[in-house]
């Protein structure tokens, strides 16, 4: 394996494809869930093992405000199977691709982690189907953000001890964004096309391509499914 991702598989494809389709956090598969509860765990004690300048310890900080992509480019291979170069996941988030069961269990495996040891903040990208609201009108469509999304992740009864507090929801779907990049002057003929993006609502048609494009791919449809 370290051969592997030393040359960036290509000697080995069959190591990365082996790799690839290991099983994966977000899943809410036990082994895997420890493991990754376990890292998140030994990574913050490092962290907060550090002083600053004033002597107090340094606070383990598990959000990426787009920093995730810069990050990836400077990172090589990793054993889950990506490539040098590409985009790292997302704060707390399964890595694009590798949640695939719903958002049931991708909460199962979210409730795992060790917040309590976040405390320099932790963030999440929930990307939501519209369709997945019935009802007919807006105030009807919140209660069923609230019930559907936000009391399984903030007031879930299964979950001990501290919870994620830092999320940011879009609710429209990859095909939704391709067609407002591929036709503006139809789906934004304002040219705004208001997206959440950790922290802030900017207009989706003024940012960089790889932007653009970390957002379409961060949507992961089949990781929020209902």
């Known amino acids: 394996m370290l051969e592997a991702l030393r040359d960036n598989f290509e000697q080995d494809p069959e190591m990365q494809q082996y790799l690839l389709k290991a099983k994966k956090y977000g899943n809410n598969i036990a082994r895997v869930d420890h493991e990754a509860a376990e890292i998140a765990?030994?990574?913050?004690?490092?962290?907060?093992?550090?002083?600053?300048?004033?002597?107090?310890?340094?606070?383990?900080?598990?959000?990426?405000?787009?920093?995730?992509?810069?990050?990836?480019?400077?990172?090589?291979a990793t054993p889950d199977g990506r490539k040098a170069r590409e985009q790292l996941g997302y704060g707390i988030d399964p890595l694009y691709g590798e949640a695939h069961s719903g958002l049931g269990f991708r909460i199962m495996s979210n409730m795992k982690l060790p917040f309590e040891k976040m405390n320099g903040g932790c963030a999440s990208h929930?990307?939501?189907?519209p369709n997945y609201f019935k009802t007919n009108t807006?105030?009807?469509?919140?209660?069923?953000?609230?019930?559907k999304i936000m009391r399984?992740?903030?007031?879930?009864?299964?979950?001990?001890?501290?919870?994620?507090?830092?999320?940011?929801?879009?609710?429209?779907?990859?095909?939704?964004?391709?067609?407002?990049?591929?036709?503006?002057?139809?789906?934004?003929?304002?040219?705004?096309?208001?997206?959440?993006?950790?922290?802030?609502?900017?207009?989706?048609?003024?940012?960089?391509?790889?932007?653009?494009?970390?957002?379409i791919k961060r949507l992961d449809m089949e990781s929020t499914s209902m």
């Open 138 to 147: 807006y105030e009807e469509k919140g209660v069923e953000f609230r019930d």
């Open 152 to 215: 399984p992740l903030f007031f879930n009864p299964k979950k001990e001890g501290i919870s994620p507090f830092y999320l940011y929801v879009n609710v429209t779907t990859p095909e939704m964004l391709r067609k407002v990049l591929a036709n503006p002057k139809k789906y934004a003929p304002s040219g705004v096309y208001i997206m959440r993006i950790h922290g802030t609502f900017v207009n989706f048609l003024d940012l960089s391509p790889d932007i653009q494009e970390d957002i």
């Open 126 to 129: 929930l990307g939501i189907n």
């Open 41 to 76: 765990s030994r990574a913050s004690d490092l962290v907060t093992s550090q002083k600053n300048y004033l002597g107090n310890p340094f606070r383990a900080d598990w959000a990426s405000p787009s920093t995730h992509l810069l990050y990836g480019y400077w990172v090589g």
